[in-house]
């Protein structure tokens, strides 16, 4: 559904809403792999930050140890590989 939405509507996946993350934080937040890089391959910029300054390899790795703490898994070992090459 996420999919068809942006194709169709082409959302400004970039927008900072009222809670300041961006749509591509919230799919990290969700572990959602494949809709970062789907997301990334339709203008969403790697390299914003949300309300707090983190950018978004901060944000999966604050998300991997929320998630290995709570042992539900998150793959940050492939999303980091789609991020290697937006690092500054």
Known sequence: MIIYLIENYKPNLNEHPHDGMT???EVIMQ????????????GADPLLVD???????????????????????????????MFKCFKK
Request: glycine share 4%.
């Open 51 to 81: 309300e707090d300054g983190l950018n978004l390899i901060e944000t999966a790795r604050d998300e991997k140890a929320y998630h290995d703490i709570h042992n539900t898994g998150i793959d940050y070992t492939e999303m980091m590989e």
């Open 23 to 25: 749509p591509m934080h």
């Open 31 to 42: 572990n959602r792999v494949s809709l970062v890089e789907f997301m990334l391959s339709k």
